[in-house]
């Protein structure tokens, strides 16, 4: 340890000297050089093996400075940024000066004020050092690789120091916070398991809905096990007795012994019934005072009675023939049982075929259906009645019905293009050749009859769009909603007049469909704001403030807080146990490689592709090292109108956050972010759904009109993720559903305030919040209370 602690290994901002770095120190002891003997108070203990911990290695440079280096992600050195270590064995008084040398990252917001995390065994609560103690530089020592450097004061000698570079939210923390919820027993509160990690830690998905909608939508997309008993046999003997050999819960081999009995004595009563049975066949009785065994007990040498050795040979003879058929019974139930269990799953992945054809065939019954409606509607917009045959439209005037006239006129004007029918052109006329379909559109006949063989099928109603209305109006649009890609890169474009289409696809919808917010955290472990932002979402949703009871009855949550399980438990940054940043394999994610992501992706393909269910928003959350506040990552978009749209959610989240930046929020398509959750579902989609990524600042937001930083707590970022749950209630327009908005909207920080120097309006409005959710503020402030006095951090 002497001579470890002579140099301070250089570390470059690829790989530098990470060769060295293993796993995390264990107990390591600190000791100057040339010293020997046991360890005093003062020669510091650095600690990284316990739950999300990292420290890689420790070398002391003098009495007071210590360099640090960051154990890289697990089998991928690239990533270097997050740190987790505790100190102990400590003086009362020492001063050291730690310092970072191997960050991964040369952009950092340590350079803007961020501060590393610390907290002791007597005062729990994690508190930010003073940005006057820590410093963001160049070290020529360390190939002019930037280093972090923190100066500190050790205050309690029997306290044990824990450095961290954010909040940490391990992953037992989060468990235990899923159980608490789990034993209120809410009706409106689901849990369940999505899948496994590599490590085999568990994929908690929830769902938050009102009752109704959670059970419709579990068995639409969630799909059960379909049960199907296992057969029995039974074996009927020679006297016409059937007698099962076995229950549907037991092996088919297994004889079915009555109770206290053994099975060597119910397989030796069996054999002796038949045994017996057999001699009165032959006439053999042996008479009831004879045992079997006395029978087939071969004689001796020395054995006078020779007669009674004779009579024993047909008895021994019937006994091995009956042995040998018995184990051929045994045999041949043996391949039953293989062949039964062989036909059973097959009867399973049949009723599974089955299950997914009728979806399929039901799905395209409304789906020709609506074809058809549209292609009515489409024929009354010219003053034409439904579609019939031609041979009946040569001898015949239809005239539509006036009632349905006057239901379809409105929904039928999808465009302005063309003005409103003339009544008296209700039918068809065949002249030179062309066939007159109303409002003065003429159509070959040649072409009218090769639309009539399309009849019912989708281009039917796409090709008497374009008939009617023309090539320039429906250029790159769709009639049906469901938009076509004639190109790889090209972006599906709105149908014709999408509000009032929309209201005919509703009207003829059976059932209104369920509107899914997908929400995921937590894909790069280091990550830990998510966790905190998620947690916000979800106790507020659960809680019975009167928006939280709206936005259930009309919403269904679905939030897996938490992707990377693996990489939170080992302490990594961004990377998976086996070394994957999970946000760039959303394309083709492997179920053995990536199997949390795997999961979650089969799951929106399933409501995708649920005509029940309608994926409005995708929210991935995560938080930034380089920037401030909170703010959004969105997609682009070729359709202006849908590009306008996007933006509407987080312009209403910037007015209900004031830690929310929208003038942050940019909207782009990176080819390095391809593989990312919002690029792939966002191309994945339709045009009714919208992906963003969520991203909070590791350190403080800015609040409009200020330029003060106000660093993040625990309860801040928990408090934007109430916020983002609340935007809902704006974007749906819920607002009249709630009977009065008891939750007050954030406002800004007055001059008055600044003067008296009162405490910040975030800290005003947690306790607002507080009160609001059913917690008094006196214990809000009794809490804040008993975390203990601030750490002495000023050398």
Request: proline fraction near 6%; charged fraction near 25%; glycine fraction near 6%.
């Given at each position: ?21 293993g796993g995390?120190?264990s ?51 690239r ?16 001063r ?22 610390v ?33 500190f ?30 034993k ?26 009102s009752?109704e909608d ?15 008993p ?16 076995g ?12 109770e ?22 032959n ?47 045994q ?27 009728g ?17 009515d ?10 579609a ?21 006129s409105e ?57 009617i209305?023309?090539?320039?109006v ?44 997908f ?13 905190f ?6 106790d ?7 928006i ?50 795997h ?46 749209r ?29 593989g ?103 214990a ?16």
């Amino acid at each position: 340890m002497a001579e470890r602690s002579q140099t301070a290994p250089e570390a470059g901002n690829d790989t530098g000297n990470e060769d060295a770095i293993g796993g995390n120190v264990s107990k390591y002891i600190a000791l100057p050089n040339g010293y020997s003997g046991q360890p005093k108070k003062g020669h510091l203990t650095f600690d990284a093996c316990f739950e999300s911990g990292n420290l890689g290695r420790v070398d002391q440079v003098s009495e007071f400075e210590y360099d640090l280096f960051i154990r890289p992600d697990t089998c991928n050195p690239r990533f270097r940024v997050w740190f987790n270590f505790t100190v102990e064995n400590v003086k009362e008084s020492q001063r050291v000066i730690f310092n970072i040398v191997n960050f991964s990252k040369t952009k950092s917001l340590y350079r803007d004020g961020m501060a590393p995390m610390v907290k002791s065994t007597s005062r729990p609560k994690w508190q930010r050092l003073p940005p006057k103690n820590v410093y963001y530089y160049r070290c020529p020592d360390h190939r002019k690789n930037y280093v972090m450097s923190f100066a500190f004061c050790f205050d309690r000698e029997d306290d044990i120091y824990q450095f961290a570079y954010c909040y940490p939210y391990t992953y037992t923390r989060f468990q235990h916070y899923l159980d608490s919820l789990q034993k209120r027993n809410m009706d409106y509160f689901f849990r369940e398991q999505l899948g496994q990690s590599v490590q085999q830690r568990q994929l908690d998905l929830l769902t938050i809905t009102s009752p109704e909608d959670k059970s419709d939508l579990e068995n639409s997309v969630m799909q059960k096990k379909i049960k199907i008993p296992k057969l029995s046999l039974s074996h009927v003997e020679d006297d016409g007795e059937a007698k099962d050999y076995g229950e549907e819960d037991l092996q088919l081999r297994h004889i079915k012994r009555p109770e206290g009995r053994k099975p060597s004595e119910a397989a030796h009563k069996s054999i002796e019934a038949v045994v017996a049975r057999l001699e009165r066949q032959n006439g053999l009785s042996l008479g009831h005072s004879t045992c079997p065994e006395e029978v087939f007990v071969e004689a001796s040498p020395g054995t006078e009675d020779m007669d009674s050795l004779e009579d024993a040979v047909v008895p021994r003879a019937l006994y091995e023939e009956l042995l040998r058929n018995y184990q051929q019974q045994q045999e041949e139930m043996r391949h039953l049982q293989q062949e039964l269990e062989r036909t059973r799953r097959q009867l399973v992945q049949q009723a599974k075929k089955l299950k997914e054809y009728g979806a399929l065939v039901s799905e395209m019954k409304e789906l020709r259906d609506l074809n058809r409606r549209l292609q009515d509607v489409l024929l009354l917009r010219l003053g034409s009645g439904p579609a019939i045959d031609l041979e009946k439209v040569k001898s015949e005037c239809l005239e539509p019905e006036p009632e349905l006239r006057s239901t379809f006129s409105e929904e039928a004007n999808t465009s302005s293009y063309y003005p409103a029918p003339a009544p008296v052109m209700d039918k068809y006329i065949l002249d030179n050749g062309k066939v007159h379909l109303g409002s003065g559109i003429w159509v070959d006949e040649e072409k009218w009859h090769q639309l009539q063989v399309t009849q019912g099928d989708s281009k039917y109603t796409k090709n008497l769009a374009v008939m009617i209305w023309g090539t320039d109006v429906l250029k790159n649009r769709s009639v049906t909603g469901v938009a076509t890609k004639k190109k790889k890169d090209a972006i599906p474009k709105p149908p014709l007049s999408p509000h009032k289409l929309s209201i005919v696809r509703e009207n003829l919808r059976e059932g209104t469909e369920k509107k899914v917010i997908f929400i995921t955290g937590r894909v790069h472990p280091g990550e830990t704001p998510s966790s905190f932002v998620c947690q916000g979402i979800i106790d507020f949703l659960v809680s019975q403030h009167p928006i939280a009871r709206v936005l259930r009855e009309h919403l269904v949550f679905k939030i897996a807080p938490m992707l990377n399980p693996d990489g939170v438990y080992l302490g990594n940054y961004r990377c998976s146990l086996m070394g994957f940043d999970l946000n760039r394999h959303w394309l083709d994610p492997s179920p053995w490689a990536h199997p949390t992501l795997h999961g979650v992706k089969q799951l929106i393909i399933k409501m995708y592709n649920d005509p029940k269910t309608s994926l409005e928003f995708y929210i991935d959350i995560h938080a930034h090292s380089t920037m401030m506040n909170g703010f959004m990552y969105g997609n682009i978009f070729e359709d202006e109108e849908r590009f306008q749209r996007q933006s509407i959610f987080p312009k209403l989240l910037c007015q209900n956050a004031e830690d929310f930046s929208y003038t942050s929020t940019s909207f782009n398509r990176d080819a390095v972010k391809a593989g990312t959750g919002r690029r792939f579902l966002g191309g994945l989609l339709d045009h009714t759904s919208y992906c963003y990524t969520l991203e909070v600042s590791f350190y403080s937001y800015i609040i409009g009109g200020t330029t003060a930083a106000v660093p993040y707590t625990e309860e801040a970022y928990m408090k934007l993720g109430r916020n983002v749950a609340r935007t809902f209630l704006d974007y749906y327009r819920l607002n009249p559903l709630v009977d009065r908005m008891t939750v007050p909207m954030p406002r800004l920080r007055s001059k008055e305030e600044r003067r008296l120097g009162c405490e910040h309006p975030s800290y005003l409005r947690a306790e607002q919040q507080l009160e609001v959710l059913g917690v008094p503020v006196c214990a809000g402030r009794a809490l804040t209370e008993h975390l203990g006095s601030d750490i002495q951090w000023h050398l």
